[in-house]
């Protein structure tokens, strides 16, 4: 299971044309704009992750980052747009610690489990700490399902490309991994080090049992 929600309405807006850099706008302006889309985003997580998205509104997003309203409509021009980024945002750094697990090691085993956990042990955690962020990745409208789709996919061919640089060619061996990082969090405490624990001796099992015989 990975982020498997499809959020936000087909109507939705996408914010990715607003606060783009002009021909005439300096580095240090463009910076300014950045460190203010940043703040607005950390502060509509905060509040969405504590009261949830339906009670949250502009405004309160507005006085948390401590802007005034019009620089919050010159960056996103509605709370779904705000949604949509936020959502965005999300995928991306979950997508760049998994590139990162898989990075740090040549070893299989470890490059699935690391990213296996950036995708479902984290986000499970996440999860834990607030039941409102089901909000944000369990939404069945239209513009996240499309963000959400998206990431799956990058997921499943990152992963099967990890598989296959380790020799293991079977169609269905992303799902299995998927399902046994899933249920490895129905096993025990899924703290970082016992959950990575546990989906390491189950992968390995499972990776014993997929690579070719003269391999093993």
């Given at each position: 299971?990975?982020?498997?929600?499809?959020?936000m309405?087909?109507?939705?807006?996408?914010?990715s044309?607003?606060?783009?850099?002009?021909p005439?706008?300096?580095?240090?302006?463009?910076g300014?704009g950045?460190?203010?889309?940043?703040?607005?985003?950390?502060a509509?997580?905060?509040l969405?992750?504590?009261?949830?998205?339906?009670?949250?509104?502009?405004?309160d997003v507005?006085?948390?980052?401590?802007?005034?309203?019009?620089?919050?409509?010159?960056?996103?021009?509605?709370?779904?747009?705000?949604?949509?980024?936020?959502?965005?945002?999300l995928?991306?750094?979950?997508l760049?610690?998994?590139?990162?697990?898989?990075?740090?090691?040549?070893?299989?085993?470890?490059?699935?489990?690391?990213?296996?956990?950036?995708?479902?042990?984290?986000?499970?955690?996440?999860?834990?700490?607030?039941?409102?962020?089901?909000?944000?990745?369990?939404?069945?409208?239209?513009?996240?399902?499309?963000i959400?789709n998206?990431?799956?996919?990058?997921?499943k061919?990152?992963?099967?490309?990890?598989?296959r640089?380790?020799?293991?060619?079977?169609?269905?061996?992303?799902?299995?991994?998927?399902?046994?990082?899933v249920?490895?969090?129905?096993?025990?405490?899924?703290?970082?080090?016992?959950?990575?624990a546990?989906?390491?001796a189950?992968?390995?099992?499972?990776?014993?049992?997929?690579?070719?015989?003269?391999?093993?």
């Open positions: 299971m990975l982020l498997r929600s499809p959020m309405s087909t109507s939705l807006k996408s914010s044309g607003r606060g783009k850099r002009s005439s706008m300096s580095s240090s302006d463009e300014v950045k460190d203010k889309r940043g703040r607005i985003l950390d509509a997580q905060s969405f992750l504590r009261y949830g998205v339906k009670r949250t509104a502009l405004d507005v006085r948390e980052a401590g802007i005034a309203k019009g620089t919050l409509y010159l960056y996103f021009n509605s709370k779904d747009a705000l949604f949509a980024a936020i959502a965005e945002r995928c991306a750094e979950t760049r610690k998994a590139e990162e697990a898989i990075a740090s090691t040549s070893s299989l085993t470890p490059r699935i489990v690391g990213c296996l956990d950036a995708s479902i042990g984290s986000m499970h955690r996440l999860t834990a700490q607030s039941p409102h962020i089901v909000e944000l990745t369990e939404s069945k409208e239209a513009l996240a399902a499309a959400f998206g990431f799956n996919h990058k997921m061919n990152l992963l099967r490309k990890v598989l640089d380790g020799g293991i060619k079977r169609a269905d061996a992303v799902e299995m991994v998927f399902a046994a990082a249920g490895t969090l129905e096993t025990g405490d899924s703290a970082i080090k016992p959950y990575r546990r989906l390491t189950l992968i390995d099992v499972l990776m014993a049992g997929l690579r070719p015989s003269g391999s093993r």
